[in-house]
């Protein structure tokens, strides 16, 4: 039998394309599972997807033990909490910003005797130290409303510096009951302000279900979006990559914002928001066992049981 679930808002992506370039058509809205960050990118690593390394931490102590594990270079820590503007957040202790970076060094007093400025290699307290201001407290963006939402553990990953940032989403076209790609050379922003400001900026690609994403279609998302000559490979077989999850996990999103071309010419999905249709539960056991009831409403996951 099939669940009655939640129906949650569009995202940013199906709420700018209603507007640019798919008003006739609209983009379906579905019930849909959302997953967490970390999970996005652990699933993405499983069909050959580039994304930074990283792992998930459920307490100070765990955080401090990966921001070792990752190394010295500088890292990023990510509140998940299935909400946007997390980065703008304040948590209910004060702490502004649920995404912070750690630097790899930091400045120490002048060497006296030596007249130089000395510097040491940051140590995972500081991981430990924001993952325990974060883990266990509420984070209020502008999308969860005032009473916030719980983050009951954080994703710290390596810090990579990128030469170029796209967006990429795939979505399903109501009208025509197939998957649309959304690709923009404004990556690392918001796809609404984008598509008001600069719609020229957004390349609409419709998808033939029955043949998938081909080569050509690819590449051409590539170029078009502006990748160097030497990652349009990379950069088509991870569109094509994206598709290949889109389907078979009974996807109705998959939204990389940024999709980055790093300063060593790699590419890398950033920051991943998937989302699932509730009705193919029955086929996807293992990512539906991914859902996290304490991000949802609480009303409606007790009218869903």
Known sequence: MFRLLRNRPLTAASRAIQTFPLRSSGVQQRR????????????????GIGVPKGEVARSAAEAES???????????????????????????????????????YEPLPYDTSQSTRLTIKHRPTEAKMFADQMIGHKLITKQTGAGGRLCNAVYICERKFARREFYLAILMDRQSQAPVIIASSQGGMDIETVAKENPDAIVTTHVDIHKGVTDDIARNIATELGFSEQCVEDAKST???LYKVFI????????????????????????????????AEFRQKE???WRDKTQEDADEVKAAE
Do not use: C, W
């Open 32 to 47: 849909q599972l959302s997953i967490h960050e970390y999970l996005s990118a652990d699933l993405l690593k499983t069909y």
């Open 66 to 104: 990966i921001a070792k594990s990752i190394g010295g270079d500088d890292m990023v820590i990510k509140a998940q909490v299935l909400a946007g503007g997390r980065g703008k957040g304040t948590f209910d202790n004060g702490l502004k910003g649920g995404v912070r970076v750690i630097y790899s």
């Open 239 to 241: 569109i094509q990559k």
């Open 248 to 279: 078979e996990k009974d996807a109705t999103q998959i939204e990389i914002n940024p999709l980055s071309e790093t300063s060593d010419h790699q590419v890398l999905a950033m920051d991943a928001k998937l989302g699932f249709d509730d009705n």
């Open 287 to 289: 990512v539906f066992s």
